[in-house]
């Protein structure tokens, strides 16, 4: 399994209130993406890195803010929670050396009430 | 319009059947196509991947492209109970830092 890791894996948090989300990676992969998994909607990005400081938005980025200092790590941060961001968010590496294969973390479970 | 569109079943199938997963799409600029499989609560895992028009094999599973008619297709021979899954398409662009976009997914149940 490709070394990503999502922290933390559950969250309950009120609306309103900031929450951010870790991705970790061993693998020194430059591409790190957040996705955000709904019933009805399948997966849609969010926002994404295309290097250390290099970030850019995604078809769903309203209410969301990301940041990556070093390569191993991506931040994706709620500015204020609101239930319609109750979801699971989905990290996702890439390299895209010969075979486009982006490889996912287990996810985090979000419930904001 | 969605710009990739899948059934989400639910498919249901018995235990060595040939099941048949497909999507469409409006993009023509879509050039690499994949199929991810995903099991209840886990991330998705990739399954095949295709550049351009044509089919690609591995073992029991099958992907096709026809970029003609903007379809893909994800065929399993013999499927087994652990075939059980949610199966999502994905596609991206080339230059577009390969953001993929998915369609919905398709749960599939094999029935032993």
């Known amino acids: 399994d490709a070394g990503i890791t999502q922290s933390p894996r559950h969250k309950v948090t009120e609306t309103g209130t900031p929450v951010t989300l870790r991705c970790h990676q061993t693998?020194?992969?430059?591409?790190m993406y957040w996705y955000r998994q709904d019933p009805g909607h399948g997966l849609r990005l969010i926002h994404y890195?295309?290097?250390?400081?290099?970030?850019d938005k995604g078809e769903v980025s309203d209410g969301y803010s990301v940041s990556r200092s070093k390569t191993e790590d991506f931040l994706l941060t709620l500015e204020s929670a609101t239930s319609s961001q109750t979801s699971v968010y989905f990290c996702?590496?890439?390299?895209?050396?010969?075979?486009?294969?982006?490889?996912f973390g287990q996810g985090t479970r979000l419930t904001v009430v | 319009q969605k710009e990739v569109e899948q059934d989400p079943g639910p498919l249901s199938v018995p235990e060595g059947a040939i099941v048949s997963l497909n999507c469409t799409y409006s993009?023509?600029?879509?050039?690499?196509f994949m199929w991810y499989r995903q099991y209840s609560r886990k991330g998705p895992e990739l399954l095949m991947y295709?550049?351009?028009?044509g089919n690609k094999e591995d073992g029991r599973f099958t992907a096709q492209v026809d970029k003609s008619s903007k379809y893909i297709s994800l065929f399993i021979r013999d499927s087994q109970p652990s075939d059980s899954a949610t199966y999502l398409c994905?596609?991206?662009?080339?230059?577009?830092?390969?953001?993929?976009?998915f369609g919905k997914g398709t749960l599939l149940t094999v029935n032993p």
């Open positions: 996702a590496i890439s390299e895209h050396t010969g075979e486009t294969e982006a490889f």
């Open positions: 693998e020194n992969h430059r591409y």
């Open positions: 890195s295309y290097g250390v400081k290099d970030t």
């Open positions: 993009n023509s600029a879509f050039q690499y």
């Open positions: 295709t550049y351009s028009s």
């Open positions: 994905a596609m991206t662009l080339a230059g577009s830092n390969y953001k993929l976009t």
